[in-house]
């Protein structure tokens, strides 16, 4: 089999990438190691920037997300028992974020390609790549217990942090950055009205909480547990206990216990793999790197990978330029680590750190007293959140 773009991973960068190319006429495959079910199962992210959204209309797969996304004008920051707004449209001349789960994006993005007749290999199994500092780079793998080999122009990489493209490039060719945080995210998905309109995100001397939605009747809530933390010790009792607690009085009145329909802990961590292409190989997403998710940023920087790395490809086949693709990394990893930043900023002053001095928390307390009362600081925090330019 030969195809123009080889895509590996069919989680959002991939799918999303795959669309774009499509709808230009340019061809791709995407090989995926899970079955379609599972990765429509998959429950992460909920918040998107206004460029992701854009993205998606491009993609030609927002009318359901127009239909039942919530718009979010703002979001709060919680701490020694106040509520402080971020009133994001006024901060940022208008721009706002939109709540729609990374679950309903994957599945629009799945049934656009199904029904453009794009071909997808689920369960492709023990994926190489090969060649890929050549001209001719090739993908093999096995379906159904028989070897196949997929020859291509480029390869996308965009199998997440576990995926195999990243691994496959010489060590000696790429610098990886890390910070390991010594927590994780528990989270609950319940069918609930949500605890208020918007998200709150709060700082506690027990540490951090979350309070998120999936529409006006499904609630995500999270709080920091220790990363070994087991899922079975927290009962949904439990949980809404320690999030109340967590959550200034006017706050934790609004929360609607129910019981879950999803639980699982998350590890938090900062990476970022330098650069993001080798030769015919390039990375994009979780591949490429990880941000702690108290930005809300996974995501939408894998759209933002998707958004260069489809514009490269887009000018290489119509234009026969290589410029686009030359500067793929450099352009990324600007934003990206602008991104990193960010995530692990917003990581640092909400959460607490089991080695912090209780001197470390009361600069945190000052730091939110700063930005509640600085609009320079505000403005600074609305204009990330909301998503840098591209
Ligand atoms: P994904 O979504 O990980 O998709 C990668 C795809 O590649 C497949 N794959 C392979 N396929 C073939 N061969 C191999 N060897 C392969 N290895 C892997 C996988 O099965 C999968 O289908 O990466 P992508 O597309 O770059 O998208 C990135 C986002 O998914 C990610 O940034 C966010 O979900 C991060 N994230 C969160 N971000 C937020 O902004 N807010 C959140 O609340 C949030 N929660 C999360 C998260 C990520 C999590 N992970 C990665 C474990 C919660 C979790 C649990
Ligand atoms: C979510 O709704 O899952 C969510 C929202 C905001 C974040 C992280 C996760 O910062």
Same mark, same amino acid.
């Given at each position: 089999?030969?195809?123009?773009? =080889?895509?590996?991973?069919?989680?959002?960068?991939?799918?999303?990438?795959?669309? &774009?190319?499509?709808?230009? #006429?340019?061809?791709?495959?995407?090989?995926?190691?899970?079955? @379609?079910?599972? %990765?429509?199962?998959?429950? /992460?992210?909920?918040?998107?920037?206004?460029?992701?959204?854009?993205?998606?209309?491009?993609?030609?797969?927002?009318?359901?997300?127009?239909?039942?996304?919530?718009?979010?004008?703002?979001?709060?920051?919680?701490?020694? #028992?106040?509520?402080? /707004?971020?009133?994001?449209?006024?901060?940022?001349?208008?721009?706002?974020?939109?709540?729609?789960?990374?679950?309903?994006?994957?599945?629009?993005?799945?049934?656009?390609? =199904?029904?453009?007749?794009?071909?997808?290999?689920?369960?492709?199994?023990?994926?190489?790549?090969?060649?890929?500092? *050549?001209?001719?780079?090739?993908?093999?793998?096995?379906?159904? #217990?028989?070897?196949? $080999?997929?020859?291509?122009?480029?390869?996308?990489?965009?199998?997440?942090?576990?995926?195999?493209?990243?691994?496959?490039?010489? $060590? =000696?060719?790429?610098?990886?950055?890390?910070?390991?945080? @010594?927590?994780?995210?528990?989270?609950?998905?319940?069918?609930?009205?949500?605890?208020?309109?918007?998200?709150? !995100?709060?700082?506690?001397?027990?540490?951090?909480?979350?309070?998120?939605?999936?529409? @006006?009747? /499904?609630?995500?809530?999270? %709080?920091?547990?220790? %990363?070994?933390?087991?899922?079975?010790?927290?009962?949904?009792?439990?949980?809404?206990? $320690?999030?109340?607690?967590?959550?200034?009085?006017?706050?934790?009145?609004? %929360?609607?216990?129910?019981?879950?329909?999803?639980?699982?802990?998350?590890?938090?961590?900062?990476?970022? =793999?330098?650069?993001?292409?080798?030769?015919?190989?390039? &990375?994009?997403?979780?591949?490429?790197?990880?941000?702690? @998710?108290? *930005?809300?940023?996974?995501?939408?920087?894998?759209?933002?990978?998707?958004?260069?790395?489809?514009?490269?490809?887009?000018? !290489?086949?119509?234009?026969?330029?290589?410029?686009?693709?030359?500067?793929?990394?450099?352009?990324? &990893?600007?934003?990206?680590?602008?991104?990193?930043?960010?995530?692990?900023?917003?990581?640092?002053?909400?959460?607490?750190?089991?080695?912090?001095?209780?001197?470390?928390?009361?600069?945190?307390?000052?730091?939110?007293? !700063?930005?509640?009362?600085?609009?320079?600081?505000?403005?600074?925090?609305?204009?990330?959140?909301?998503?840098?330019?591209?």
């Amino acid at each position: 089999m030969r195809t123009q773009v =080889a895509i590996i991973g069919a989680g959002p960068s991939g799918l999303l990438l795959g669309q &774009l190319l499509t709808r230009q #006429g340019i061809d791709n495959v995407i090989l995926e190691r899970k079955d @379609p079910a599972y %990765v429509r199962a998959r429950i /992460r992210a909920g918040v998107l920037e206004q460029g992701t959204v854009g993205m998606l209309e491009e993609a030609g797969v927002a009318d359901r997300l127009h239909r039942e996304g919530l718009v979010h004008d703002g979001f709060s920051l919680a701490f020694d #028992g106040r509520n402080h /707004r971020i009133d994001l449209r006024a901060l940022t001349g208008g721009k706002t974020v939109t709540v729609y789960g990374q679950t309903e994006v994957t599945a629009d993005l799945m049934d656009a390609r =199904a029904a453009a007749g794009a071909v997808s290999i689920y369960e492709a199994g023990d994926i190489e790549l090969h060649d890929f500092g *050549g001209d001719a780079p090739r993908v093999s793998y096995t379906k159904d #217990g028989v070897r196949h $080999e997929l020859a291509c122009d480029f390869i996308a990489g965009c199998d997440g942090y576990h995926g195999v493209a990243r691994k496959s490039v010489p $060590e =000696a060719s790429i610098s990886l950055f890390e910070r390991v945080y @010594p927590f994780g995210w528990l989270g609950v998905l319940a069918d609930v009205p949500p605890a208020a309109h918007e998200l709150v !995100y709060a700082n506690h001397a027990d540490g951090f909480a979350l309070c998120s939605m999936r529409s @006006p009747t /499904r609630s995500r809530y999270y %709080v920091q547990v220790p %990363v070994e933390e087991k899922v079975e010790d927290w009962s949904d009792d439990r949980f809404f206990d $320690e999030l109340r607690r967590r959550l200034p009085q006017e706050v934790a009145d609004g %929360v609607t216990p129910g019981p879950s329909i999803e639980k699982s802990v998350a590890p938090l961590r900062s990476f970022v =793999a330098e650069p993001m292409r080798f030769g015919r190989l390039f &990375l994009a997403g979780d591949a490429a790197h990880i941000v702690p @998710p108290t *930005g809300a940023k996974g995501l939408n920087l894998a759209a933002s990978d998707v958004r260069y790395l489809f514009d490269a490809f887009a000018e !290489y086949y119509r234009e026969h330029s290589s410029a686009g693709i030359d500067g793929y990394s450099a352009r990324a &990893l600007r934003r990206i680590w602008k991104a990193e930043r960010f995530s692990w900023w917003m990581t640092t002053m909400l959460h607490r750190f089991p080695a912090d001095s209780t001197f470390a928390q009361r600069i945190q307390l000052a730091e939110l007293d !700063y930005v509640a009362g600085s609009v320079a600081a505000s403005t600074a925090v609305a204009e990330n959140y909301v998503g840098l330019p591209y």
